[in-house]
């Protein structure tokens, strides 16, 4: 007898209804049945259903990365890590340094200041103002992770439903596994989704925990041209150094506000950045054999274990031609920024901080062993965001300021296409001898400028002369 027959069970919500929210298909239940889930009482639906929300993401939408998740993961680990309230002696502290910073960079450069205030942030609220820009990066990956799932799903359920092969107990006879694949595909997709935000949440809270300033990662991941500061991060890393936390702060102060004035003053440098990630992550070569071992092998019951299964073997080790142009216009741009902030911070900060050279190390250091966006993408995009060539475009940089001036090194950021390639730092001396010959062909003087708007008229009537007498006659 079935329960809506029983009269015991008859006015009780239906398990396998209430678990899915909504009609179950008679074939899709007597499978169910089978495995004695139309048994479950109504505090063990309610478990199991919550288990199914925060795998699947409660959003119910196909977008590749589930934002709701993410940013609950993200604030998650960033509580695990411990994060505080600001208070306004803080929030004033930063302004302060800002402002200051912002002064001396006015000596050494003239790009303009950038629009935007100064910030101190939580941890959180670096998480809530990033994240966008983290999905957006990682939108590509997980998108063929999504089509990686769904594909591995319908062939083990074609594999299922091959002559010979064993019957699925509840199944009834004849039917094609694989024609249930056409309701399970947007699960599917949902679980990778709720996956793949999972990851990306993880990631960002990780390094929120560690990021000692809004665009120290190398990317403009703020909206805006906010100069943030991330107080409790700076104390953090303060610590360790035999320097006065208010030079060290100061100096990280110097370093952001320089790299936000480029990124507000250079309005193609930051989409490039961000193209070159999305390229990157769009050509990536997703492990299909890993995944389709780890879908065969994953226990249902520990939906977890297929996470952790595709954690170590996501991504093909090798990547194609594509991505290695996409890395390297990745790498010379991270090192073209971080060497000029090097060179502008140096000069703004000497005569005014006492340490930093030290400071100037203590940051080289960092970046060395890996700095703190480097095991984000690691993760995420399986790709090492590290300005590898970073003393190269330094001495770039302080090259071209000293044998053709501090306007020059500004103006070689005006235009991509003279801006400095990877080819150039591999040979500085001789981009500088060029960008020094282009700048003199393209060099227009006060006279030229006069002799333009005016129509020159003494040099006109010659031009004319000399026209007249080399062609023609004129018909009189």
Excluded at 84 to 95: F, L, M, N
Excluded at 235 to 257: M, N, Q
Excluded at 289 to 295: D, K, Q
Excluded at 354 to 377: I, M, N, Q, S
Aim: hydrophobic share 40%.
């Amino acid at each position: 007898m079935s329960d809506q027959d029983n009269p015991e069970r008859r006015d009780e919500p239906d398990p396998l209804e209430a678990l899915f929210g909504g009609p179950v298909p008679p074939e899709v239940r007597e499978t169910l049945n089978s495995m004695g889930l139309s048994d479950l009482g109504p505090d063990q639906v309610a478990q199991m259903r919550s288990q199914l929300e925060m795998l699947m993401g409660s959003g119910g939408d196909d977008s590749p990365v589930n934002s709701e998740l993410a940013h609950d993961v993200a604030c998650q680990a960033v509580a695990e890590g411990g994060d505080s309230a600001i208070g306004d002696d803080t929030r004033r502290d930063v302004e302060q340094v800002v402002q200051v910073a912002s002064l001396w960079l006015d000596q050494v450069t003239d790009l303009p200041r950038p629009e935007g205030t100064a910030l101190a942030l939580t941890r959180v609220a670096w998480v809530e103002r990033t994240l966008p820009v983290w999905e957006r990066l990682t939108a590509p990956v997980a998108e063929g992770l999504q089509s990686a799932m769904t594909s591995a799903m319908e062939q083990q359920l074609g594999q299922l439903g091959e002559e010979g092969a064993p019957p699925i107990p509840g199944l009834p006879p004849g039917m094609n596994p694989a024609a249930m694949m056409g309701q399970m595909a947007p699960m599917v997709r949902r679980m990778a989704s709720s996956m793949f935000g999972g990851q990306v949440g993880q990631a960002v809270g990780t390094l929120a925990g560690d990021v000692l300033s809004g665009t120290e990662v190398g990317l403009p991941v703020l909206d805006g041209e906010d100069v943030a500061m991330l107080p409790a991060n700076v104390a953090a890393f303060a610590d360790g150094l035999e320097v006065d936390g208010g030079e060290v702060h100061l100096y990280l102060a110097l370093r952001e506000a320089a790299r936000v004035r480029l990124f507000a003053a250079v309005p193609w440098l930051g989409p490039q950045l961000l193209a070159a990630v999305e390229d990157y992550a769009r050509d990536i070569s997703i492990n299909t054999e890993g995944i389709e071992e780890a879908v065969r092998e994953v226990d249902p019951q520990n939906p977890e274990a297929l996470q952790d299964a595709l954690g170590d073997s996501l991504f093909s080790p090798e990547p194609s031609p594509a991505q290695q142009a996409a890395l390297t216009r990745l790498e010379t741009l991270l090192a073209l920024v971080e060497g000029w902030v090097d060179v502008v911070a140096a000069q703004a900060a000497e005569g005014h901080l006492p340490h930093a050279d030290a400071l100037a190390e203590a940051v080289r250091r960092r970046r060395a062993t890996g700095g703190p966006a480097e095991k984000t993408f690691a993760s995420l995009v399986g790709l090492e965001l590290r300005p590898r060539r970073l003393r190269d475009a330094a001495n770039l940089w302080a090259a071209l300021e000293d044998r053709h001036g501090r306007d020059a090194r500004d103006e070689a950021w005006g235009h991509p296409d003279v801006a400095p390639t990877g080819a150039d730092l591999d040979d500085p001396l001789g981009f500088v001898d060029r960008h020094g010959a282009l700048s003199a062909d393209l060099t227009v003087t006060d006279e030229d400028i006069e002799r333009l708007l005016s129509g020159s008229p003494g040099e006109r009537d010659e031009d004319d002369g000399e026209d007249e007498g080399s062609g023609t006659d004129r018909p009189g």
